[in-house]
């Protein structure tokens, strides 16, 4: 752990995307643990926020000196409908502008801060089936993996000046909140829940809890740099995810939605996101001494829907 970060009040924290799903439960649990955060917002500023607009490649520098750290979670949704050619140039956009900017901002402070804790994706690691990935293996050369190779590369410039810089490489955040397990409830409280295609395809996964915690620790411990998994350590298939799922809300959860339907409804989206394997494992994130809060999936659906 860094000492100096760890000593009374934590410091200030820099925040984007602190309106998002993520970004929601990190604030609190930032207050909890002593820390002071800073929402960057694309509105006029309230106090104690800071103003951005990464499409027009502005940010308050005045309002951002002091901070101790930052941390980068902004990004449009890779899952919100089929990939257009504007819904692309969002997805990339909305990843790769904000983090340059951030970047090369907190480059130019008179007091850098200490860390920047970068959001990145698993997604990088392509479709590569049965395969254990972690944070050595090779990268994807489809969309989601060309994406988040520019996205890790936009933080160069926070590196280069000094900052310590950690990315995030995100599974599929489990929360009732938003996101992926948000979206699926309804048509499993319904009965009508199932394995997407095949169902053969693992899932990466982690619990909303553990994906703050994953930051906190990437915040604090000062081996924490480069890429890190941010993954529960038992990834498990599309259809044991069904199965587990369906037993957490004592529903059915067998009528699978095919392949070529899923094709028809959500074009490439639906083999770069819907039906893409990654296997992945916080190689890590263990080796940095974190401890999951949930380690299984069982523990986590039952920790996520008895709130």
Not at 94 to 118: C, H, K, M, N, Q
Not at 129 to 139: F, M
Not at 226 to 244: D, L, Y
């Amino acid at each position: 752990m860094d000492e100096t970060l760890t000593q009374g009040s934590a410091g200030s924290v820099a925040v984007t995307g602190a309106s998002g799903l993520l970004g929601s439960a990190l604030l609190p649990a930032l207050r909890s643990a002593g820390w002071n955060p800073r929402a960057l917002v694309r509105r006029a500023a309230r106090p104690g926020e800071v103003e951005w607009d990464p499409a027009a490649g502005t940010l308050d520098l005045v309002a951002l000196e002091g901070v101790d750290a930052a941390v980068h979670l902004a990004g449009e949704s890779v899952a919100a409908g089929r990939w257009t050619a504007e819904a692309k140039r969002r997805i990339r956009d909305s990843r790769i502008l904000g983090t340059r900017l951030l970047a090369e901002s907190l480059a130019r402070l008179r007091r850098p801060p200490r860390v920047l804790v970068a959001a990145s994706a698993i997604g990088i690691y392509g479709d590569r089936g049965d395969t254990p990935l972690d944070e050595t293996s090779a990268l994807g050369a489809d969309f989601l993996a060309s994406v988040g190779k520019e996205w890790e590369a936009a933080a160069k410039p926070a590196s280069d000046a000094g900052i310590r810089v950690v990315q995030l490489r995100f599974g599929i955040i489990l929360a009732t909140e938003g996101g992926a397990l948000e979206r699926m409830l309804t048509p499993f409280k319904l009965g009508v829940g199932g394995p997407l295609g095949s169902g053969r395809q693992w899932m990466s996964w982690i619990a909303i809890d553990d994906a703050v915690g994953a930051v906190l620790e990437a915040l604090t411990n000062e081996a924490a740099r480069g890429p890190i998994n941010a993954v529960a350590p038992e990834p498990v298939r599309n259809a044991e995810f069904a199965a587990r799922l369906g037993e957490a809300l004592h529903r059915p959860s067998v009528l699978p939605a095919p392949a070529f339907a899923l094709r028809a409804l959500f074009g490439e989206m639906a083999d770069g996101a819907l039906l893409a394997s990654q296997r992945v494992v916080p190689a890590r994130l263990t080796a940095l001494g974190y401890r999951f809060k949930y380690p299984t999936l069982p523990e986590a659906l039952e920790a996520i829907l008895g709130r």
